[in-house]
């Protein structure tokens, strides 16, 4: 089982991807309502997934995805936001980010969730 810590200061956001993520068979790690506290969850829990958004309060999920990539450069992280410029994803993705979703549109999470597994874990 794979672990995974879910980023977003919408409690009803993290609790549908918990739903979402807990569906597919993943295992929620934790979960982090602002970007300090996703820092802080990262290194405590090194889950395999970090669902991360980008627009929140206090830390940017961009700040944060650039601290948990010098933390762990092999972090995989997915982007959420509802605002989807190709600046912003263009942006993330140069940062270390493995995808982006738009939110509240989760239909391929699962998938984009179990390629990343599968390229970071080939034998499995």
């Known amino acids: 089982m794979y672990s995974v810590l879910i980023v977003d200061d919408s409690s009803f956001m993290r609790k549908w991807l918990m ?11 934790g ?3 602002n970007g300090y506290e996703a820092i802080l969850q990262y290194r405590k829990l090194k889950p395999d997934l970090v669902l991360l958004d980008i627009h929140m309060p206090e830390l940017a999920g961009n700040e944060v995805l650039k601290r948990i990539m010098a933390i762990d450069p092999d972090a995989s992280i997915i982007m959420c936001s509802a605002i989807g410029s190709s600046f912003i994803v263009e ?4 940062l270390g980010a493995k995808d982006f979703v738009r939110k509240p ?3 391929g999470l699962l998938d984009k969730m179990n390629q990343i597994i599968q390229m970071k874990n080939p034998d499995h």
Not at 19 to 29: D, E, F, L, R, T
Not at 91 to 94: G, M, T, V
Request: a neutral charge; charged letters at 20%.
């Open 31 to 33: 979960e982090a309502k």
């Open 105 to 107: 549109n989760f239909g």
């Open 91 to 94: 942006e993330c993705l140069s």
């Open 19 to 29: 739903s979402i993520v807990a569906k597919g068979g993943y295992i929620i790690s």
